[in-house]
């Protein structure tokens, strides 16, 4: 049996930050990956999407020339250019990770992985060897997986999933996408600007249910300005086809129902972490909620293991997979650490962006904090102006009796950029007459963060 300082399981985002700071301590790592380097985010997530989403502003910018005094047009869309770019993209970055690795002197081991002790794994290769290591310290980053569409009461043949729907070879004249998360929404935008009708449905009473309720009713109402409709507290009941051979999905609400006749259903409903298959029962590993439980040093109840990314339940971010692997080596390895949720930037790539930090209006007021609310609209915003996108709405929540700065809300252009600010100053626990004291040059989106947080004061 081969031995390890740090066994890594999984080469997504998580696995693959874990075994660069496992070897950048020092350690001697192998990493376990049965498909390819990257996960899910990489392959079929966060990059081909947004990638695609600059296809999509693309289009909507040239519909957009007239704001600038232009005329102008593109050729027709051609699929297979834009996939053979989107594919090159994945694979630069898919080497990099690669190349990293080695110049790391990381070990990868490209099969499945199985436990068969605390911290002993027995990999299948997929040539069909196989290969026992053991490791003084093992990290679990096995990611999450789509949800099945059974949940739905649908069968798979009849929706598209998720992380495949850029294997579609067209453009549908007109689909629904169930799920209002951020993955529907941004596939929501991606063919609403390439000229799909798109129809999004979600069970739950309003989209984003974990976002503040004000920027999540702005967003909506600027999404369904550009043509996205949405259907509410509603659930597919049922789902045929027509002689057309377009879907026709009947939409229940517990009041009323109706039938839509759509070319396609994408299921956007929705993850879950994926411990299937890995031996975790037989080692005792502690699952809660379908995921493996960790303490705030991202270790699990055996010691010497631990866990990070999406595996762990949530929430099922890229770049909180990334922290929490760096904190669990960091705990592995004896450097010391703690994963702070608080501090964690959370975005929705649409048409325009939602960026968000920290506590929501909402949750403040249910933890009883007496707060105040500091606001600035993207429309009086010089930059904005000048970009022609002048949607959207700044929004500071800060506590009123010491000034703490509670949440950040962003929605407008690049407000995934603009949010960096204010997570750095919620890490810095920056108090109101701080923040206001970061001067932004003019003309920029800045500004609007800036005139926010003075009123808050």
């Known amino acids: 049996m081969d031995a390890f300082d740090l066994t890594v399981v999984g080469g997504g985002p998580a696995g693959y930050a874990a075994a660069i700071r496992g070897a950048e301590l020092g350690a001697r790592v192998i990493l376990i990956e049965k498909e390819t380097l990257g996960g899910t985010c990489v392959n079929r997530g966060c990059i081909p999407t947004k990638f695609t989403l600059e296809v999509a502003h693309a289009f909507r910018s040239i519909d957009n020339l007239k704001a600038f005094g232009l005329n102008g047009s593109l050729e027709p869309l051609n699929l297979k250019r834009v996939a053979a770019r989107r594919n090159a993209v994945v694979r630069g970055i898919v080497d990099g990770m690669a190349s ?33 290591v053991a ?17 739905l009461g649908l069968e798979e043949d009849q929706v598209v999933g998720a992380e495949h729907v850029f294997d579609m070879d067209y453009i549908p004249e007109s689909l629904l996408i169930v799920g209002g998360g951020a993955v529907g929404l941004e596939l ?94 037989q080692i005792g590993i502690t699952i809660e909620n379908r995921a493996v439980k960790t303490d705030a040093r991202m270790e699990t109840n055996i010691q010497g293991v631990y866990a990070a990314g999406d595996v762990t339940g949530g929430p099922m971010l890229s770049h909180v997979a990334s922290a929490q692997a760096r904190v669990a080596v960091d705990n592995a390895l004896g450097a010391g ?121």
């Open 135 to 151: 490791a003084a310290k093992v990290i679990i980053a096995t990611g999450a997986v789509p949800f099945p569409v059974q949940v």
């Open 100 to 132: 990293a690795l080695r110049m790391n002197g990381v070990q990868v081991e490209q099969g499945s992985a199985r436990f068969e002790g605390p911290r002993e794994v027995a990999i299948t290769r997929t040539d069909g060897s196989s290969r026992r």
């Open 337 to 457: 650490g703690s994963f702070n949720r608080r501090v964690i930037p959370r975005c929705i790539y649409t048409l325009p962006e939602l960026a968000c930090v920290g506590m929501t209006e909402e949750e403040a007021r249910e933890k009883g904090r007496k707060i105040k609310v500091g606001t600035a609209s993207m429309a009086v915003n010089a930059r904005a102006a000048t970009m022609a996108s002048r949607d959207g709405l700044v929004k500071v929540i800060a506590d009123t009796n010491n000034g703490d700065l509670l949440g950040v809300h962003i929605l407008g252009p690049m407000a995934s950029e603009m949010i960096a600010t204010a997570v750095l100053a919620l890490n810095l626990e920056c108090k109101t007459h701080d923040f206001a004291q970061v001067y932004q040059a003019h003309p920029t989106l800045g500004e609007a963060l800036d005139e926010a947080i003075k009123r808050v004061r």
């Open 188 to 281: 929501a935008t991606i063919y609403n600007a390439l000229g799909s009708q798109v129809t999004v449905i979600e069970k739950l009473p309003r989209i984003l249910p974990r976002e503040d309720t004000e920027m999540v009713g702005l967003l909506k109402e600027s999404l369904e300005q550009s043509g996205v409709s949405f259907e509410v507290g509603s659930a597919i009941s049922g789902l045929d086809k027509d002689e057309n051979g377009n879907k026709v999905a009947e939409i229940s609400n517990g009041e009323y129902s109706r039938k839509i006749s759509v070319q396609e259903v994408i299921a956007a409903h929705g993850r879950m972490p994926n411990i299937t298959d890995l031996g975790l029962d």
